[in-house]
């Protein structure tokens, strides 16, 4: 079964400085996407990065960037200069095409 | 439209009764998902349309849960004899290809008393 986990329920960070948020995935496929996705209170889900399994190359948006071990299955995501905005619950995305399965979410909060 | 859109933001009913959860995706795209999200948990997977078939229904609980998409925009998400288990939010997704990335809407918050 295709499984995503995020072992961290709660992560802390202080503004200006730098957290990463751990996520691993199962899967036999070769060809899929990562993506992690932000939910402030709100609850709109807003996408911050995508990965595709086929590149090498970490993908990075601005502040965000990612450390993609394709053989460890693993998929962190690193926030640079925290903001206050960053804080929400953050989840992990599989996506072999089709459906996306999540994480269950880290919940990060930025202290000032 | 600029995103997706979902209507109801709420929806509070009584167990037993009939509802309706309706989503707007982004214009042209063509394929849209359902997902059920419970409180502290990651969003599950429900249903995927292309166009207007159903390609994936695998995620739909049980029969109570129906989705239709007649036109191949507008998606509706129906449930019959709402259970209180049924609370959740209800989030929406469009895309324009099967591999490409999702955008979500604001989702439904649905409460069955």
């Known amino acids: 079964a295709q499984t995503v986990t995020q072992s961290q329920p709660e992560m802390s960070v202080q503004e200006a400085e730098t957290v990463t948020l751990s996520c691993t995935y199962d899967t036999s496929e070769s060809d899929y996407y990562l993506f992690w996705y932000k939910q402030p209170p709100s609850r709109q889900m807003i996408l911050v990065i995508r990965q595709e399994a086929y590149k090498q190359q970490n993908a990075t948006e601005n502040r965000f960037s990612v450390n993609f071990q394709k053989a460890a299955k693993s998929f962190s995501l690193k926030i640079s200069d925290s903001q206050l905005g960053d804080a929400a619950m953050y989840f992990c995305?599989?996506?072999?095409?089709?459906?996306?399965?999540f994480g269950q979410g880290t919940e990060l909060s930025v202290k000032p | 439209g600029a995103g997706v859109s979902q209507t109801p933001s709420n929806k509070v009913t009584e167990k037993g009764k009939y509802v309706e959860l309706r989503c707007d995706p982004i214009?042209?795209?063509?394929?849209l998902y359902w997902y059920r999200q419970s409180l502290g948990q990651g969003p599950e997977f429900l249903i995927y349309?292309?166009?207007?078939?159903?390609?994936?229904d695998s995620g739909l609980p049980n029969d109570r849960f129906f989705a239709v998409r007649p036109e191949g925009s507008v998606s509706t998400l129906k449930i019959q004899r709402t259970e209180r288990g049924d609370s959740a939010v209800y989030l929406c997704?469009?895309?324009?290809?099967?591999?490409?990335?999702?955008?979500f809407g604001p989702g439904t918050r649905l409460l069955v008393l």
């Open positions: 349309f292309q166009g207007t078939g159903a390609a994936d």
């Open positions: 995305a599989y996506h072999p095409g089709g459906k996306l399965i």
């Open positions: 214009s042209g795209h063509t394929a």
């Open positions: 997704a469009s895309s324009s290809g099967y591999q490409e990335t999702q955008y």
